[in-house]
């Protein structure tokens, strides 16, 4: 196969899910839905939590960084696909899916750690509450998600300088709505094994090994609230901690479930439909199972829609006050 030069600008085309187009017009209207209830809801939930004083413990900080981390993972992916359907270009600039891919491989890392530092923080809640407010202090939150979010970027940063040392064939099509790091170098027509061996061993590393400490966490977090005499104060403490497993839960099962598909089916449109499941669905899910299942949050949400609804009234009742009176 002929070779470009790495120097001169290539051009990628996303094939996206299908290339039906009265499908396409169904997929425009449904994601574009997707994306904006997901920046609504993570939105609100950030509102919430920063307008509530009760809110502002360790557990809705990375709650709040949660969000903002979901809401520029869709915003990377969705926006980019819809502009392909209604212009019916799909192409892209290598740098531009390259950096698309850098941006997706830091965001889905740095979820990872925070779903992990969040389930420390409730084996903290739990089994120490006496030291809570000390162990879990502002500056030390605020270095967990600063170690957190450094290292996603080097992760990203990492895979992205190996794709550059890649040579790339003139035909280059990606069967996905969005480019990721994997799906570029199988682009590649030299040498990959270096690159597919570091996307093995960083994934199993910085997925696993917030796996491993929510699992540890969580084992603790049974066997402390096992020993409370009263089934209130069980139920009490497991509720607390609902609403971050079923995240957990959702996040990496999706995971998982697209890893598995893209060993067991070999059909690169299938797996593109796979991968829908953990890149939009868990953004999607989160601020409503964080404001289903969590009672605090409840109550701070329906404090944010008072205030703007009154917020409303106030600007109707200033906007009648400066109407001109109608001529005589």
């Not at 891919?101 to 969040?118: D, K, N, P, Y």
């Not at 099509?173 to 570091?198: R, T």
């Not at 939009?280 to 949050?297: A, C, E, H, V, W």
């Amino acid at each position: 196969m002929e070779v470009k030069n790495r120097s001169v600008v290539l051009d990628i085309f996303l094939r996206g899910l299908t290339n039906d187009t009265e499908l396409q017009l169904v997929i425009f209207g449904l994601f574009l839905c997707i994306y904006l209830i997901t920046i609504f809801g993570n939105l609100l939930i950030m509102l919430a939590i920063n307008y509530d004083s009760r809110l502002h413990t360790p557990m809705y900080f990375f709650l709040c960084n949660l969000s903002f981390n979901d809401m520029y993972l869709i915003t990377i992916t969705v926006p980019k696909m819809l502009v392909n359907i209604q212009t019916q270009d799909q192409r892209i600039t290598f740098a531009g899916c390259l950096s698309q891919g850098c941006f997706v491989a830091v965001c889905t890392i740095f979820e990872c750690f925070l779903l992990g530092v969040m389930a420390y923080d409730r084996y903290i809640a739990i089994c120490y509450p006496l030291r809570y407010t000390v162990l879990m202090n502002p500056c030390f939150c605020v270095t967990l998600v600063l170690i957190s979010f450094f290292i996603s970027i080097v992760n990203g940063l990492l895979h992205s300088l190996m794709v550059l040392h890649l040579s790339f064939c003139i035909d280059l099509e990606v069967l996905h709505f969005f480019c990721e790091i994997a799906q570029i170098i199988k682009l590649a027509c030299s040498e990959s094994l270096i690159n597919n061996v570091l996307i093995f061993v960083t994934a199993s590393v910085f997925a696993g090994v917030p796996l491993f400490g929510i699992i540890f966490s969580y084992v603790h977090i049974v066997y402390t609230v096992l020993k409370i005499p009263s089934s209130e104060g069980k139920y009490k403490a497991f509720s607390t901690c609902g609403s971050h497993l079923s995240v957990v839960s959702l996040f990496y099962g999706t995971g998982f479930g697209v890893y598995i598909t893209s060993k067991v089916i070999d059909s690169p449109k299938k797996i593109a439909v796979a991968s829908v499941m953990y890149s939009i669905i868990p953004p999607m899910m989160n601020p409503f199972i964080y404001s289903i299942r969590n009672r605090d949050m409840k109550e701070a949400l329906k404090k944010v829609r008072e205030k703007m609804q009154l917020l409303h009234i106030v600007i109707m009742a200033d906007s009648q006050k400066h109407r001109p009176s109608p001529a005589c």
